[in-house]
């Protein structure tokens, strides 16, 4: 398809020179772990601004860069090198590189090193190809055959096609179309590389909202009309409508002629996300994650340059892209772990997304049927928006929740209905006798239910019986995970596998492996032996690979295809099954004690978000936490629906112990392959720690994973008052320690996890 001309004409507007200020010289920053810009020479002549690309030599070869500010002037124009600009390129925006200066600084990495996540897709800087496509010619063929005249149909629209488009319309096989091309009949026109994306029509199919909802959405029309900095956090219970709320904003930045960033913690959950987003606006929006070809995120990068791509949904590297004309920034499920980038650069998502808000002056609203605990006192303490949305949308009231407590729980029916399962046989049993009852009577109603798990794989441990052996992973500290179906065991970490063992290796013996503990895959085989004839899938990232696979096993549960999902996190939160009425947590005290402040925090958000999915339509939703401490704060606040005074109880132990949001924390991971060296250097960096009023620093200790692939990791933690100026201190701390090359020392400012 031929582009639309205002989209033709906003290209050239974007790629056309504008006048600034001739310089001789520049400093260039690098997208290269490097402390600053180097200075370089400019060709005489040049008009060099803030965000200009340029070729610049570094070494034997030559990198590309950004102007980025005025020389340091401490090296003499004989030894500058020079820095061809590339002025057929479009500029970085100014405010993108503001940002990206405000997370080097926040985050204690080099600018360099945050500048190459800005220009990740390298080759979206390359001169873009031509196509070829075709239209109608002048010339009629001799012999038209029907097919022949089905193309010639097609081709009356005046709209340019590929050979294989031109075909599939007219149904036809592309040899009809090449022989109409031999022939003179269609003639070839030149196309550019990309087609343009298509504009979403914010009143394409608008809702009806209900009071609530409509209350919600005018707070934010009205923000995105300001054009200015504001924070909103969209506080509704699950399936209470907000994203057709958010959607109102998206529809007013689209009316003034504003992009929207909109980003969502998994590639999972842009499946039916993406669908909801065209039912409204008319067409999907661009997608960016990791998933997409390198052809497809050039696309995209060059459609968010020139504005072409209005709305783009994805994943936390999103915030890196140069929006020329940023209106609106939407983080959804903004409470999710997902959004902390743990590797490289470390930066958590939410945080950063308010601060580009700031940065392009515009507002960001956070989504969550569960807040961050600093979300929330954001909002209650008015510095962010609140909007509330208290109630589920139409008829679908909240779900029932009832607590299983397995300590007390009997099987009266073991010799009676069910025949021994292999777990049974082994004195394990993971699925409870009211959660059997309760499922046997959602089936017979022909619903549909939820087990969750969050916990891959058929058993997270293999033990010998006779020696006590158990099997770790050779390159973490962490224990091998058994995938029955694969028959392998794998460490989750790293990636290490082995054949599924016949012996025990430290004594030899047969047949005295045991598995140890539930994953996913083996309450489906509980399942199967207690409902042989239901229709089940299991969904974790070792079953579903990739957007494709989701969202088939997403799209074959909704069209009740499957009567019983059974899986991990992957479901737990974004999912809408109007069927689904019945939600089973077979271990609702896993992760509730993992040693840090947000432990029951997570926990308490990701079993409300699974409980979320029961009773999302007409029929009335139940969930059943199988729990051995029913009196947990957690397990009380979900069966009582008392989630403000779980966040009550959690904001005072937080106050109290001057944790985050009341006090600020950052951690540094020492890690290499020698461990005494890592752990000397530990111990030299904690006797190094200066001290500073209002700031304590614990360790160095062992991290939780204290091998992890092949590296032996220690851990510090620095505690301040909230007022401390948490990034200096650290400079100078580290600037006073040399750390060996074959050592890191990784800075985690804000940490989420003690892992």
């Known amino acids: 398809m031929v582009p639309h001309e205002d989209v033709i004409l906003n290209r050239a507007r974007l790629f056309a020179e504008t006048p600034i200020p001739v310089v001789e010289r520049a400093g260039i920053l690098l997208p290269l772990p490097l402390t600053g810009p180097y200075d370089y020479k400019l060709p005489p002549g040049i008009n060099a601004a803030r965000g200009m690309l340029v070729a610049a030599p570094i070494g034997n070869r030559e990198s590309l860069g950004v102007v980025w500010g005025s020389p340091e002037g401490n090296v003499g124009d004989n030894r500058l090198k020079i820095a061809e600009p590339l002025e057929r390129l479009p500029r970085l925006p100014a405010s993108l590189c503001d940002f990206i200066d405000w997370v080097a600084a926040y985050t204690l990495n080099p600018p360099g090193a945050i500048l190459a996540m800005a220009l990740r897709s390298r080759n979206a800087f390359e001169p873009e190809a031509r196509r070829i496509a075709y239209v109608r010619g002048d010339t009629v063929p001799a012999r038209l055959s029907d097919a022949r005249r089905r193309v010639l149909a097609v081709a009356e629209d005046g709209l340019a096609r590929s050979v294989p488009g031109m075909a599939e319309d007219a149904n036809v096989s592309t040899a009809v179309v090449r022989g109409l091309i031999q022939a003179g009949a269609l003639k070839p026109t030149e196309l550019p590389e990309f087609a343009a994306f298509r504009a979403p029509d ?49 529809a007013e930045a689209l009316r003034q002629g504003k992009q929207v960033m909109i980003l969502l913690p998994e590639i999972a959950l842009t499946v039916q996300f993406l669908e909801r987003f065209a039912a409204r606006f008319g067409i999907r929006p661009a997608e960016w994650h990791s998933d997409l070809s390198q052809k497809e995120r050039r696309r995209v990068y060059r459609a968010v340059m020139a504005g072409e791509a209005q709305v783009v949904v994805g994943a936390r590297s999103s915030l890196f892209l140069p929006f020329s004309s940023l209106g609106l920034v939407i983080v959804d499920e903004e409470h999710e772990q997902a959004f902390k980038q743990q590797d490289g650069a470390i930066y958590h998502a939410r945080d950063m997304a308010v601060v580009r808000a700031r940065t392009e002056d515009c507002p960001v609203i956070l989504a969550s049927a569960t807040p961050s605990l600093e979300s929330f006192v954001n909002a209650t303490s008015g510095r962010y928006s609140h909007l509330k949305l208290a109630s589920r949308h139409g008829v679908a009231e909240m779900p029932e929740v009832r607590i299983v407590d397995l300590r007390r729980e009997k099987d009266e029916d073991e010799n009676a209905k069910y025949p021994p399962s292999r777990s049974e046989a082994v004195g394990h049993k993971w699925i409870s006798a009211p959660l059997r009852q309760a499922m046997e009577q959602t089936l017979a109603a022909g619903e549909q239910a939820l087990l969750f798990l969050n916990r891959r794989g058929y058993a997270p441990l293999t033990l010998c019986q006779a020696c006590g052996h158990k099997f770790t992973c ?26 599924a063992p016949s012996e025990c290796p430290e004594c030899k013996a047969q047949e005295t492996l045991i598995a140890c503990g539930p994953g996913v895959e083996r309450v489906a085989e509980e399942f199967t032996h207690f409902f042989p004839n239901a229709r089940y899938a ?37 999912h809408h099954f109007p069927q689904l009425t019945l939600v089973g947590v077979i271990d609702a005290d896993l992760g509730g004690a993992d040693g840090d402040i947000r432990a029951r925090e997570r926990t308490f958000q990701l079993l409300h978000q699974v409980s979320g999915r029961a009773g999302r339509a007409e029929k009335p939703g139940l969930v059943l936490l199988q729990t051995r401490n029913p009196q947990d704060a957690v397990m009380q606040a979900l069966a009582n629906s008392d989630r403000d005074g779980f966040y009550e109880q959690e904001r005072l132990y937080r106050e109290r112990v001057a944790a985050p949001p009341f006090g600020r924390l950052a951690a540094i991971v020492v890690s290499g392959a020698d461990g005494e060296q890592v752990r000397e250097i530990a111990r030299l960096l904690g006797r190094a720690a200066p001290p500073a009023k209002d700031i304590r620093v614990w360790g160095p200790t062992p991290a939780f994973y204290s091998l992890l692939r092949g590296q032996t990791r220690e851990r510090l933690l620095v505690q301040a008052a909230k007022g401390v100026d948490m990034q200096a201190y650290l400079r100078a701390w580290l600037s006073n320690v040399k750390i060996p090359a074959a050592v890191r020392a990784a800075v985690d400012v804000d940490p989420i996890s003690f892992f």
């Open 202 to 250: 914010p009143d394409f199919a608008a809702p009806e909202l209900n009071p609530d909802q409509e209350r919600a959405a005018g707070v934010l029309r009205e923000a995105v009309k300001e054009k200015k900095f504001s924070a909103h956090l969209l506080d509704g219970v699950t399936g209470s409508g907000k994203t057709e709320v958010y959607f109102e904003a998206v």
């Open 474 to 499: 050779p390159h973490c500290s962490a224990w091998l995970v058994e995938h029955r179906y694969r028959k392998r065991l794998a460490c989750h970490q790293c990636g290490y596998e082995i054949a």
């Open 538 to 574: 299991i969904a974790s990232s070792d079953t579903l690979h990739g957007p494709a696979e989701t969202q088939a096993a997403i799209r074959a549960f909704a069209k009740r295809e499957i009567d019983v999902l059974i899986g991990t996190q992957i479901i737990a939160k974004g």
